[in-house]
């Protein structure tokens, strides 16, 4: 019999908090960290994104390490996991999962061997599992934007195989020049806030975060059971979902069956919602094949941008906050349904209590994944 995981700590570093409580009073206000830029290191034209001040980063770091020789995504890593060591310690039956899609790639812009080898995947996290001691070899995943909440679906299989008893997740990714210039050669950046699933929806914002869990076999202080995954590629295009949505269909249902529950137990979606014609539509289409389109729906990227691979597990964080505050959030930015199948986005913020939710998430390359939680009682 499978050992059942849970979640029993969440953490954020968000331009809307430096903490779960923040971050939710902020949405809950309808505060987006979304703001207009112009940087002209990074684009020549003003552009909309969603990026955490340097200074403000600055300050919550030197409270806690004196050493400041850390890039911007180490420290807004080492923020993100700090708090759970309060009460959690490393040792042989912990992991630590990195999960990242660009890591610390700006490091390439100083063409130097020593700089190269820092914006390796491998060796930012070596750098998180060396601060905070852990002895296990970490983990990277990197698969697009999926990366964030596929890292929760290992972490069970990992605990349930017995390989560990606990696994620490902590999920980034910051705006570089790299990726504003591959989004806008796709022209896929939205000249205004993004707007997911609306009609006049015209692509992604871009956004920068960290998010942490820890993931565990032990119920005590937990708030969530991760009760089944699934993950699916669809091998439809490098850059573009199925347009039938069938990747995210067979990753929901993989899901379910494994948590075993259908459609109609769901209470809550936090979906991708990139807000590009393509993510959307297909989310739309993959909602309505599994009966979901009745099920109150939301995407955050209206707050945060798309924080890529930080996005699912940043999300996977406010979900379960939704779940411990009994509050579902409007989906910022939407105004008129721009999808062929409806869906039941949520427009303004509401009392709910939550059982079980769905979390979803698809990338380039075709990838998709699904999880079910469920509160514990």
């Keep these: 019999m499978n050992r059942t995981v849970y979640i029993s700590e969440t953490n954020c570093i968000t331009p809307l908090g430096f903490d779960v409580a923040n971050n939710i009073k902020n949405i809950e206000n309808g505060i987006s960290g979304i703001e207009k830029k112009l940087n002209r290191s990074l684009m020549e034209k003003p552009f909309y994104a969603a990026s955490i001040d340097e ?222 014609p393509f993510n959307d539509e297909m989310e739309a289409i993959a909602f309505n094949r599994l009966g979901l389109e009745y099920v109150p729906t939301n995407s955050l990227k209206g707050y945060y941008g798309h924080t890529l691979g930080a996005s699912g597990l940043l999300e996977t964080v406010i979900g379960i906050a939704s779940v411990e505050q009994k509050k579902i959030f409007k989906s910022l930015g939407f105004d008129e349904m721009g999808v062929s199948q409806d869906i039941a986005i949520i427009k303004i913020n509401e009392n709910k209590a939550i059982r079980y939710f769905l979390k979803t998430a698809s990338g380039f390359g075709g990838c998709n994944t699904a999880i079910v939680f469920k509160k514990v009682n």
């Design 55 to 276: 200074n403000d980063l600055e300050i919550a770091f030197t409270k806690i390490e004196s050493d400041s020789n850390f890039t911007k995504l180490e420290k807004m890593m080492i923020l993100a996991l700090h708090p759970m060591f309060k009460n959690h310690k490393v040792n042989s039956r912990t992991a630590l999962i990195v999960s990242t899609t660009k890591g610390n790639i700006t490091a390439l812009e100083k063409n130097s061997e020593l700089e190269f080898q820092k914006s390796t995947l491998y060796e930012l996290a070596k750098t998180i599992a060396d601060y905070f001691g852990f002895t296990c070899e970490p983990i990277v995943v990197s698969n697009a934007c999926v990366s964030g909440i596929l890292s929760v679906a290992v972490a069970k299989r990992i605990i349930q195989s017995k390989m560990y008893d606990q696994v620490f997740i902590v999920a980034g990714d910051t705006i570089s020049e790299f990726v504003i210039s591959g989004f806008n050669s796709f022209q896929a950046m939205s000249n205004l806030p993004c707007r997911p699933y609306s009609k006049n929806r015209d692509g992604v914002t871009l956004g920068e975060a960290a998010a942490a869990v820890l993931v565990t076999s032990n119920k005590e202080n937990a708030k969530v059971i991760i009760l089944g995954d699934g993950s699916i590629n669809d091998a439809n295009h490098i850059s573009g979902p199925s347009r039938t949505g069938e990747g995210l269909v067979r990753s929901i249902e993989s899901a379910f069956k494994e948590a075993n529950i259908d459609s109609n137990k769901i209470d809550y979606i936090s979906a991708h919602g990139t807000a590009t």
